[in-house]
């Protein structure tokens, strides 16, 4: 348990000490939140001018999830094999699996902070859910595959990718460009065809929609994505990036050459 | 009883052989230097020991058990800084005291122990990010000295640091070891070496020569050198150097050269006067002791810093 404890502790003091972290995963999506919730909705009828606010805030909310999984862990585990800490680790009676955990449960808890921001400016600017306990509930679950997958796609990153800059420029980049074109920036209604169709497949995304119709129904998120079959597919994705990206973790970052 | 026994110890990545058969046995609470310049295969012997790499072929058993079942009496420390610096000295410590499964209490305890051992107790609320180089290599050996460990593996700790830094500091770390725990350094500065209880060189893989410093000069033969700064390095400088050299042997250092002969004293002044009749400025000329880089010159014709 001290080894978890250990590497928990020090991933979530360096993710809140780093300014870049917060500015990307606290500051960046706040800032949305604050923008979308009054220049984007400008036009949008009185009524759903709440829920447009509410569904700006869940996207945001998926977008912090997103760079604290994709962009902060990797470049953690760079700087970590960067600066020799990892071989420092290799040298010392360490279970990787308890090193692999600590920082997974450091990522989650640094992540439910700034969901808990995000959610807190994104109400206080008039954000409105429609929804029962279920609905929460449903939407807690999907943002949990959020960050599931964000760690798998970010344990992959800070495997193949060597060096501190390079890591983060990988993950912003991936977080970024799959937002955009997954309509987490923009209506799904609005999404080509084919980008419709990632946004099904992409388990972020399809987790993004899923949440959102949880909280407040079809006509905001675009589609149903609470269908068995668009479930399984993201449950399944979530969880094969998150082992896929723990295994190649395991094996090449602590690989003795 | 061997602390560390290396048998014919082979490591190759494709066709390049980084270490090419090393045997070396340390003993029990010796201080043990490795010196040799970069590439020469010294950082890639101290990993396979502390278990980082793996060797092609051969052993390495420390204390009799296979090096990747003694981890826990290895204290490794990296040559490169591998504290965080967002975490204050003390956070960084008490992280490896977690890591190595003291519980919350004890590794307090633990921790301002090895604070105060290291000299760094007032500071230990700074974040790693504000310290000296040196204070922040103090900090990363004393990750490297929880109870238990028995062999402390240092690669090139010393890099970076000013030559009076470097002295505190190896003089801190035969202060704090236990009388008991192994030293083994991986250096390319003589200084350092000169500071071991004994001495490998190791050159393109193999270990080239091992001894006590003293006794290594001694058996190379080298007596006194001659070490020159000119205002400026020319061929006709060198060529007059080497005429007082034995074996015509001349070292070309960064500020001028070094030769080796018997008896420097007797030497010397004709060497100031044939300088002088052509024209070569001298701005610094004495006699002196042999190096270990004098040595590892002497044996390999290669310069440890020409070639670092």
């Given at each position: 348990?001290?080894?978890?404890?250990?590497?928990?502790?020090?991933?979530?003091?360096?993710?809140?000490?780093?300014?870049?972290?917060?500015?990307?995963?606290?500051?960046?999506?706040?800032?949305?939140?604050?923008?979308?919730?009054?220049?984007?909705?400008?036009?949008?009828?009185?009524?759903?001018?709440?829920?447009?606010?509410?569904?700006?805030?869940?996207?945001?909310?998926?977008?912090?999830?997103?760079?604290?999984?994709?962009?902060?862990?990797?470049?953690?585990?760079?700087?970590?094999?960067?600066?020799?800490?990892?071989?420092?680790?290799?040298?010392?009676?360490?279970?990787?699996?308890?090193?692999?955990?600590?920082?997974?449960?450091?990522?989650?808890?640094?992540?439910?902070?700034?969901?808990?921001?995000?959610?807190?400016?994104?109400?206080?600017?008039?954000?409105?859910?429609?929804?029962?306990?279920?609905?929460?509930?449903?939407?807690?679950?999907?943002?949990?595959?959020?960050?599931?997958?964000?760690?798998?796609?970010?344990?992959?990153?800070?495997?193949?990718?060597?060096?501190?800059?390079?890591?983060?420029?990988?993950?912003?980049?991936?977080?970024?460009?799959?937002?955009?074109?997954?309509?987490?920036?923009?209506?799904?209604?609005?999404?080509?065809?084919?980008?419709?169709?990632?946004?099904?497949?992409?388990?972020?995304?399809?987790?993004?929609?899923?949440?959102?119709?949880?909280?407040?129904?079809?006509?905001?998120?675009?589609?149903?994505?609470?269908?068995?079959?668009?479930?399984?597919?993201?449950?399944?994705?979530?969880?094969?990036?998150?082992?896929?990206?723990?295994?190649?973790?395991?094996?090449?970052?602590?690989?003795?050459? | 009883?061997?602390?560390?026994?290396?048998?014919?110890?082979?490591?190759?990545?494709?066709?390049?052989?980084?270490?090419?058969?090393?045997?070396?046995?340390?003993?029990?609470?010796?201080?043990?230097?490795?010196?040799?310049?970069?590439?020469?295969?010294?950082?890639?012997?101290?990993?396979?020991?502390?278990?980082?790499?793996?060797?092609?072929?051969?052993?390495?058993?420390?204390?009799?058990?296979?090096?990747?079942?003694?981890?826990?009496?290895?204290g490794?420390v990296?040559?490169?800084?591998?504290?965080?610096?967002?975490?204050?000295?003390?956070?960084?410590?008490?992280?490896?005291?977690?890591?190595?499964?003291?519980?919350?209490?004890?590794?307090?305890?633990?921790?301002?122990?090895m604070?105060?051992?290291i000299?760094?107790?007032?500071?230990?609320?700074?974040?790693?990010?504000?310290?000296?180089?040196?204070?922040r290599k103090r900090l990363e050996v004393a990750t490297a000295l929880?109870?238990?460990?028995?062999?402390l593996?240092l690669?090139?700790p010393?890099?970076?640091?000013?030559?009076?830094?470097?002295?505190?500091f190896?003089?801190l770390v035969?202060?704090v070891k236990?009388?008991?725990?192994?030293?083994?350094?991986?250096?390319?500065?003589?200084?350092?070496?000169?500071?071991?209880?004994?001495?490998?060189?190791?050159?393109?893989?193999?270990?080239?020569?091992?001894?006590?410093?003293?006794?290594?000069?001694?058996?190379?033969?080298?007596?006194?050198?001659?070490?020159?700064?000119?205002?400026?390095?020319?061929?006709?400088?060198?060529?007059?150097?080497?005429?007082?050299?034995?074996?015509?042997?001349?070292?070309?250092?960064?500020?001028?050269?070094?030769?080796?002969?018997?008896?420097?004293?007797?030497?010397?002044?004709?060497?100031?006067?044939?300088?002088?009749?052509?024209?070569?400025?001298?701005?610094?000329?004495?006699?002196?002791?042999?190096?270990?880089?004098?040595?590892?010159?002497?044996?390999?014709?290669?310069?440890?810093?020409?070639?670092?």
């Amino acid at each position: 348990m001290s080894q978890i404890a250990a590497a928990f502790s020090k991933t979530i003091k360096e993710f809140l000490r780093e300014r870049a972290v917060l500015f990307w995963t606290i500051a960046w999506p706040i800032v949305w939140v604050l923008i979308g919730s009054f220049v984007f909705v400008s036009g949008a009828p009185q009524q759903i001018v709440p829920y447009l606010r509410g569904a700006t805030t869940i996207a945001m909310l998926v977008f912090a999830l997103m760079i604290a999984g994709i962009a902060n862990l990797p470049a953690n585990i760079a700087a970590d094999r960067e600066n020799g800490l990892l071989a420092k680790l290799m040298s010392m009676p360490i279970s990787p699996r308890k090193d692999f955990v600590g920082r997974i449960l450091g990522l989650a808890a640094f992540s439910c902070l700034a969901a808990a921001l995000v959610i807190a400016v994104g109400l206080a600017c008039g954000a409105r859910f429609s929804t029962t306990d279920i609905g929460v509930l449903q939407a807690v679950g999907f943002l949990l595959l959020v960050i599931c997958a964000s760690a798998g796609i970010g344990l992959l990153v800070g495997t193949f990718i060597k060096h501190v800059h390079g890591a983060v420029m990988t993950g912003v980049g991936i977080a970024v460009v799959t937002s955009a074109v997954s309509g987490m920036f923009m209506p799904y209604s609005a999404l080509p065809p084919m980008l419709q169709q990632f946004a099904r497949v992409y388990p972020i995304a399809s987790a993004n929609s899923s949440a959102i119709y949880a909280l407040m129904g079809e006509e905001i998120a675009g589609y149903n994505p609470l269908t068995v079959s668009q479930i399984s597919l993201t449950v399944a994705l979530s969880v094969f990036l998150l082992i896929l990206g723990t295994i190649l973790y395991s094996r090449r970052c602590w690989r003795t050459e | 009883m061997n602390a560390i026994r290396v048998e014919n110890l082979t490591k190759r990545y494709g066709a390049n052989e980084v270490l090419k058969g090393v045997n070396l046995k340390v003993d029990e609470g010796e201080f043990y230097a490795l010196m040799g310049p970069n590439g020469s295969g010294k950082t890639t012997l101290a990993s396979i020991i502390a278990s980082v790499r793996i060797p092609t072929s051969g052993s390495v058993d420390i204390y009799g058990r296979k090096s990747w079942q003694a981890k826990e009496w290895i204290g490794y420390v990296p040559q490169e800084n591998f504290s965080s610096p967002k975490l204050t000295g003390r956070e960084n410590l008490m992280y490896f005291a977690r890591l190595l499964g003291y519980s919350g209490s004890q590794a307090e305890s633990l921790v301002n122990e090895m604070l105060g051992r290291i000299g760094l107790s007032a500071d230990a609320d700074k974040r790693v990010g504000k310290y000296s180089g040196g204070m922040r290599k103090r900090l990363e050996v004393a990750t490297a000295l929880f109870p238990g460990v028995r062999i402390l593996i240092l690669d090139e700790p010393t890099t970076g640091l000013d030559p009076s830094a470097r002295r505190k500091f190896l003089g801190l770390v035969e202060e704090v070891k236990d009388k008991q725990t192994t030293i083994f350094l991986i250096t390319h500065l003589g200084s350092d070496a000169e500071l071991a209880s004994r001495v490998g060189l190791i050159d393109s893989g193999e270990i080239i020569a091992e001894g006590e410093p003293e006794a290594l000069k001694r058996m190379h033969g080298l007596g006194d050198v001659i070490t020159v700064e000119t205002a400026v390095k020319s061929d006709k400088v060198a060529d007059v150097l080497r005429n007082f050299s034995d074996e015509k042997r001349l070292l070309e250092t960064e500020a001028g050269y070094r030769i080796y002969c018997k008896h420097g004293d007797k030497v010397l002044p004709e060497a100031v006067r044939n300088l002088d009749q052509i024209g070569g400025k001298v701005t610094r000329i004495e006699v002196a002791k042999p190096s270990l880089e004098d040595v590892f010159f002497k044996l390999t014709e290669k310069t440890v810093a020409e070639v670092s």
